[in-house]
């Protein structure tokens, strides 16, 4: 058998690859420095929580990417659509939600096929999230 054909061995994580818990930290802080800013946004997030609400992102990520459970051990399943039932999202926030994210994504510098399948999964969550076309 060549070296070619041998099974390859475990890989690491999307997580541990593109630099785990601390990257993903940078990554949802500066997302919430522009939600921060976000007449339409800002409003979804109550002003005593945006910790909470920075925690529960930072978890979430790094849990669908493989880093620890701790989210899913602490809120249980993720259920994202029923969660966001009680927001507004239209396509304007969805647009606005993606605008600050990719300014978030591109200060990270990831190589481009982790960019590229970061921002892949972002796009097709922001779109899943619309519950309303209203205004």
């Given at each position: ?16 690859q ?27 997030y109550?002003?005593?929580d945006?910790?909470?609400?920075i ?10 990417w ?16 029923m ?37 892949d ?15």
């Amino acid at each position: 058998m060549s070296d070619a054909a041998a099974p390859a061995g475990p890989v690491d994580p999307f997580f541990t690859q593109v630099g785990g818990h601390d990257t993903f930290v940078r990554l949802v802080r500066r997302f919430y420095e522009g939600i921060e800013h976000d007449e339409v946004l800002r409003p979804m997030y109550p002003d005593d929580d945006m910790e909470g609400a920075i925690w529960r992102l930072t978890a979430f990520l790094e849990q669908y990417w493989g880093g620890p459970t701790t989210y899913s051990e602490q809120r249980g399943h993720p259920r994202l659509r029923m969660r966001h039932m009680p927001f507004k999202v239209n396509p304007d926030a969805r647009d606005r939600w993606l605008h600050h994210m990719r300014a978030a994504v591109d200060e990270l510098a990831l190589p481009p096929m982790h960019e590229e399948a970061l921002w892949d999964y972002l796009q097709r969550a922001a779109h899943a999230m619309v519950n309303t076309f209203e205004e």
